[in-house]
């Protein structure tokens, strides 16, 4: 910093950069207190079958709640856990609570988790996994884990052989947020996903543009042909369900049916379901 002299002229011109700096400072600290100090949750949000009978799923998105600026979004802060080296031990916190959550529910509900591009190529990912399905005791077949496109983008060439070692340990692999990454089509062919997600965006736009109504199609076709499960997310208009119904994807997940709900309100659900499934 100037001390001498021209602090003024100084303080002029770097004050913004200064400032995004010293934010993302704080909000590294923020983070490694929030973990030693628990102020990271879980919620779940349903995904059901297409029909809306079933809850096949529920999504696992975390949550921060932030002492002082109060809730803070995953898309915020999970870069910056990336970039600070703390990705690995919220994400083993994550799956071990998932899993723990999952146990208490019907075993034919799935529980997904997210793991990120750099999470994904962190070398304990697999220990973690194996000891939350170990620690929960759940069947390793309801673990789904999300990833997404973006982790064939620093592929060192390994990528197909760590999705092959991560699919060893039974769980399911899905690919997330289908559709905005690049070149899609030719990973569907590298590697064989239990399941595509179809990115919100498109789901956004099929009642009102065609072509977004024409690429849904296609990708639902395609999966099909692949033998890989769809779910649909994003989906907020009875229209838009209507539409994917029409097309056949497998199952559906949006603020239509849930939002995300929290853990005790996912567990009364999927008792209710249990409940129904009974029942019928
Ligand atoms: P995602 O995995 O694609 O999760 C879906 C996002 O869409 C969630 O946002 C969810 O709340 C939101 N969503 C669900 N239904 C609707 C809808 O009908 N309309 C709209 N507009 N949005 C809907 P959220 O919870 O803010 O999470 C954002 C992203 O953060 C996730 O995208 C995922 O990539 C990441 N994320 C969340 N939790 C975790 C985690 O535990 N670990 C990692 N690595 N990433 C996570
Ligand atoms: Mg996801
Ligand atoms: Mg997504
Ligand atoms: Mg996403």
Not at 96 to 106: G, I, M, P, V, Y
Not at 191 to 207: A, E, G, R, Y
């Amino acid at each position: 910093r100037a001390k001498h002299d021209g602090r003024g002229a100084y303080r002029f011109f770097e004050p913004d950069l200064d400032a995004q700096a010293q934010a993302r400072r704080q909000l590294e600290i923020d983070l490694r207190e929030a973990l030693a100090e628990g102020q990271f949750h879980l919620h779940f949000q349903p995904i059901y079958a297409a029909s809306g009978d079933r809850i096949v799923c529920f999504e696992t998105l975390l949550r921060w709640n932030h002492p002082v600026r109060g809730a803070v979004g995953p898309d915020v802060f999970i870069p910056v856990a990336e970039e600070c080296g703390l990705i690995g031990r919220m994400g083993e916190w994550v799956l071990n609570e998932a899993c723990r959550h999952a146990r208490a529910w019907d075993p034919a509900i799935r529980i997904a988790v997210n793991v990120s591009a750099r999470q994904f190529r962190n070398p304990g990912l697999n220990a973690s996994i194996l000891q939350a399905l170990a620690n929960s005791g759940i069947d390793p077949k309801r673990l789904e884990i999300e990833i997404t496109e973006s982790i064939f983008l620093d592929d060192g060439g390994d990528t197909i052989a760590m999705l092959h070692s991560l699919r060893a340990l039974g769980v399911r692999i899905a690919l997330d947020d289908f559709g905005t990454g690049y070149s899609s089509l030719s990973y569907l062919r590298s590697f064989p996903f239990d399941k595509i997600k179809i990115d919100k965006s498109f789901v956004n736009d099929i009642s009102r543009a065609a072509d977004a109504e024409a690429i849904v199609h296609a990708i639902l076709q395609l999966a099909t042909a692949l033998g890989m499960e769809t779910t649909a997310e994003g989906v907020e208009t009875q229209e838009q369900l209507d539409k994917l119904r029409s097309h056949g994807c497998d199952s559906i997940q949006g603020y239509l049916m849930s939002r995300p709900i929290s853990a005790a309100e996912a567990g009364r659900l999927a008792d209710t379901v249990a409940a129904a499934a009974r029942a019928a």
